[in-house]
């Protein structure tokens, strides 16, 4: 009865951002439900998946741990799972159990709407699942798929090839594509507004989001010799349609303002609560002393915009140290904690695929000969929408600097640049990809692990869930090696 109030007190009012924060709309009986209603509350899910959210580690943090991007302040015994390395079927098992039974469940429900009317509707759905699935065959391989999200019909999915669900995704954002046109053709179509809390009803952005998630598809196969012909046949699909790729950060915000769990997720997590102290997440998190080194090494100015510097000076802490110095001198306040370039305030917009991504995709897509234009110039875009979000000056002169890894000119492996500034421009912002880039290409080089990691390396996967193991038994495939067994690209 309280979520259907909930959906009647939506409905009778003219839904205000705030209302879109409340993520309690149900899904389950769509035809009750107006698709202006449930496509704000799937796009906070997105948000909040991907960028964190209080009480709540997701894929940015996950990412961020295992990039040794971040680290554990003194006083705090927060990360000590993320530094073992421990993949359990505990560990981060909430990436999978948010993304089907909240944001994928959400999603779907405007793919059930009847009639050509809410064809707009329709084809967001399937960009955001498709960006959605990416992620769970990133992360676990082999995935429910095809009978998923059937709500009673199918309680038990079978699980999918992750191959066949990438293939398949992109057929999902051809068809995306395909229903916009449609739409843009009929009168009486359902154009989203102010209920679209990405792109507010332009779909031409839409179409082009689903172009960039198709080319990410796309690159992260380009090591496989069998794929060539797909991929070159693909790139030429998405050339031939031209409404191109992302031109400005794609990012949610439904109207975040300073009240308790109305905050932008990250702000929330490690900037300041609704009353104006400091999260306890964000004086647990710091910078690692290698990020911090690295970026020195490099002149990069983006490192006081990433980590917060002290008035001692930035101050990071290895993964995984044990003995913190008796003097104090790596609590909260002397260390390098999460910066002001990703903690701008409450109502900062939370980007779920950045420009800086999209422009590193097409660098390398570039190399590989997929498209036509300058690989340099997309790369050096990239450094300069990273810089760009981050609210950092100097990108022209930072990736002329002569430096290898940084200056396209001085970098003989174009690759390994691409994907290191790729790590740079993620970090805080989506690392997740970084991690997932790195288990593709093992870049960036000689990246440091925990010093309480339990493995040589960091996991490559994780295992699938203990919820799913306990619901669906009977479908889950043998428990992967975390450690060994890549996900299909990586092979």
Not at 248 to 274: C, H, I, M
Not at 365 to 384: K, L, M, V
Not at 462 to 468: D, G, H, I, N, R
């Amino acid at each position: 009865m309280k979520k259907i109030l909930i959906v009647l007190l939506f409905t009778l009012s003219v839904v205000s951002c705030s209302d879109f924060l409340d993520v309690n709309t149900d899904p389950n009986n769509p035809t009750e439900v107006n698709p202006e209603l449930v496509l704000p509350v799937a796009q906070v899910y997105t948000a909040n998946s991907t960028q964190d959210w209080v009480g709540t580690r997701m894929y940015n943090t996950f990412g961020s741990m295992m990039m040794y991007n971040w680290s554990q302040s003194d006083g705090f015994s927060w990360y000590w799972d993320e530094f073992q390395y421990l993949v359990t079927p505990n560990f981060y098992d909430q990436l999978w159990d948010n993304t089907y039974t909240n944001t994928l469940k959400q999603y779907n429900v405007l793919d059930l709407y009847e009639g050509e009317d809410y064809n707009n509707y329709k084809a967001i759905s399937k960009i955001m699942k498709s960006y959605h699935f990416q992620m769970l065959v990133d992360t676990y391989g082999d995935i429910p798929y095809t009978e998923a999200l059937q709500r009673g019909a199918i309680p038990l999915p079978k699980y999918d090839n992750a191959e066949f669900v990438y293939d398949d995704l992109i057929a999902e954002l051809s068809n995306a594509i395909v229903l916009i046109e449609a739409a843009e053709a009929n009168p009486s179509s359902m154009v989203p507004g102010t209920d679209d809390a990405m792109f507010h009803g332009d779909m031409t952005a839409w179409k082009q989001l689903a172009n960039t998630i198709k080319m990410r598809i796309l690159v992260r196969q380009s090591g496989m010799g069998s794929k060539q012909g797909f991929i070159q046949a693909e790139f030429a699909k998405i050339m031939n349609e031209g409404s191109g790729f992302l031109t400005a950060d794609a990012s949610v915000n439904p109207g975040y303002f300073q009240e308790e769990r109305k905050q932008n997720p990250l702000w929330e997590s490690y900037g300041q609560t609704a009353a104006g102290d400091g999260a306890m997440n964000g004086n647990a998190t710091c910078a690692t002393d290698y990020i911090l080194s690295y970026l020195d090494a490099k002149s990069d100015p983006r490192i006081d915009y990433l980590y917060e510097e002290p008035a001692t000076g930035h101050l990071g802490v290895p993964q995984g140290l044990e003995n913190y110095p008796p003097d104090g001198s790596l609590e909260p306040e002397f260390v390098s904690n999460v910066g002001p370039g990703l903690l701008k305030g409450a109502d900062q917009d939370a980007p779920f695929f950045s420009l800086a991504e999209s422009l590193f995709l097409q660098a390398e897509a570039a190399t590989h000969g997929y498209i036509s234009g300058s690989a340099q110039g997309f790369y050096e875009s990239g450094i300069t929408a990273a810089f760009a979000y981050l609210g950092a000056p100097g990108a022209a002169a930072y990736y002329g600097n002569g430096m290898d890894l940084v200056d396209w000119s001085a970098s003989p492996n174009k690759m390994e640049a691409i994907i290191t500034q790729k790590w740079l421009a993620l970090n805080g912002v989506n690392a997740f990809e970084s991690w997932v880039e790195y288990n593709r290409t093992g870049y960036p080089s000689n990246l440091p692990i925990s010093t309480y990691a339990s493995q040589a390396d960091r996991p490559v996967r994780l295992e699938y869930p203990a919820s799913e193991i306990s619901s669906n038994g009977g479908n889950v495939p043998n428990q992967p090696d975390a450690f060994s067994d890549k996900i299909f690209w990586a092979n």
